[in-house]
């Protein structure tokens, strides 16, 4: 079946390392690749986002994600962690099919609730 | 603020209420998508709206659950004689387009317990 994997359902990294957080997808195609962040009480904000060329995309906040085709991964990172990135962290793909109203067919992973030490 | 707007942000209902939610997308935006997010579960489409039209409730159960998105005012998904297991947040999200290269803004999401 056509999914979203996030391997990792909790990380806890320290204030100031590095982090990676896992997405992988089953998909024939390449899918368009979103990363969202929610924090707290809050809605979803879209971190980063890759439909094609370079695969290493950058988003807000200091975080950069990387395509990878034969790995079939888009892996969130962030060289050096603060204590404000404590959320939980989406990956949701949309299929290409060329059919307008996509946007609802977006899959959503299960998410990472990441925690930092100070 | 130009973002998303959700309303209100908690509401407490006893089973057998109805329970209405608002949400407001950004100003330009015509397409307008809710989801739900249950506990421990990943968000799931709910419904999807432009102006005046229900393009795909496909995600929606199929009794109690009803949602609008009027040519003036906001969307409204109206939740009928409330159950515990419609205990959850429900997100709204609006789209310039509604392609998939047209990304997706979210509200902050309504907190719906029921009693």
């Known amino acids: 079946a056509q999914s979203v994997t996030q391997p990792d359902i909790h990380i806890t990294v320290s204030e100031g390392a590095s982090l990676e957080l896992r997405c992988n997808y089953s998909?024939?195609?390449?899918?368009?690749l979103f990363w969202y962040v929610q924090s707290p009480g809050q809605g979803l904000q879209l971190l980063l986002k890759?439909?094609?060329?370079d695969t290493l995309v950058q988003g807000i906040k200091g975080f950069e994600a990387e395509f990878k085709r034969s790995q079939s991964s888009f892996n969130l990172r962030k060289p050096s962690v603060h204590w404000s990135d404590a959320a939980e962290y989406f990956c949701a793909v949309v299929p290409p099919s060329g059919d307008a109203g996509n946007n609802r067919k977006l899959i959503w992973g299960l998410g990472t609730s990441l925690a930092v030490n100070p | 603020n130009a973002g998303v707007m959700q309303n209100p942000r908690h509401l407490v209902r006893r089973r057998g209420q109805e329970a209405r939610l608002r949400c407001s997308p950004m100003k330009g935006h015509s397409h307008v998508y809710w989801y739900r997010q249950l506990p421990e579960e990943g968000l799931k489409f709910m419904v999807y709206?432009?102006?005046?039209?229900?393009?795909?409730e496909s995600g929606m159960p199929k009794e109690r659950f009803s949602a609008e998105f009027p040519k003036e005012g906001p969307s409204i998904l109206r939740i009928q004689q409330v159950v515990r297991g419609d205990s959850a947040a429900y997100f709204c999200a609006s789209s310039l387009q509604g392609q998939e290269n047209s990304p997706l803004h979210f509200g902050n999401g309504t907190r719906l317990t029921v009693t």
């Open positions: 709206l432009q102006k005046e039209n229900i393009i795909d």
């Open positions: 890759y439909f094609s060329g």
């Open positions: 998909y024939g195609a390449t899918p368009y």
